[in-house]
């Protein structure tokens, strides 16, 4: 197993574990138990939603809000060659998105040793996420699920800005359900109220 360079620890595990267990694993198992096979294995749509709203409750415990998901369209967009270049692979795209990270950490046309170190590696990591699964070397050939973290956000807050009781939250946790769906929002109403009979 390869050794992570800073694994996680303190809050930054605790939110990690509430966006994993706390958001994935807890819709699952609650839409498990009300023996809604299809919302606890996510429902047709439901990944832009419960991606984005697992890292809102991480941020919101974080106490830090942020925009999620813009280097990865960056990235396969620089993959698919949407910018008038030819498809690109792994390498190639790491090349790009290392440059615009220290170019936006560079003050005064100087970047240090150690920015430029974690530049690379936020490239890399982010890269990785979108290239996984692919042999890497093919051009043009990434995984998207990670879009979903990006396009999901909008939703996500939409939905919290009208949360106002426990019942409100608890339906956000029915199922892996997207909770902005009219047939979604049937379907958590569904088992919650089975929960209650």
Avoid at 29 to 40: F, H, R, T
Avoid at 87 to 102: N, Q, S
Avoid at 127 to 140: E, H, I, V, Y
Wanted: charged share 25%.
């Amino acid at each position: 197993m390869a050794k992570t360079e800073n694994p996680p620890r303190g809050d930054e595990l605790r939110g990690k574990a509430l966006h994993e267990v706390g958001v994935h694993a807890g819709r699952s198992i609650n839409a498990l138990k009300a023996g809604w096979l299809s919302a606890a294995y996510g429902q047709d749509g439901y990944l832009d939603f419960e991606e984005s709203f697992a890292t809102a409750l991480e941020d919101a415990f974080k106490g830090k809000f942020g925009d999620h998901g813009q280097n990865y369209y960056l990235i396969a967009g620089l993959a698919y060659g949407y910018d008038n270049h030819p498809p690109r692979d792994f390498k190639e795209v790491y090349e790009i998105m290392w440059r615009i990270g220290a170019l936006k950490k560079a003050a005064g046309g100087q970047i240090e040793q150690s920015v430029l170190s974690k530049v690379k590696t936020a490239a890399f990591n982010n890269c990785m996420r979108l290239f996984r699964g692919t042999a890497t070397t093919d051009k043009g050939v990434i995984y998207l699920k990670d879009l979903a973290y990006f396009r999901g956000q909008e939703l996500v807050w939409r939905v919290l800005q009208n949360v106002h009781t426990q019942e409100d939250f608890d339906y956000l946790f029915a199922g892996k359900l997207d909770n902005t769906q009219e047939d979604h929002r049937l379907i958590a109403e569904a088992i919650i109220l089975n929960r209650k009979v």
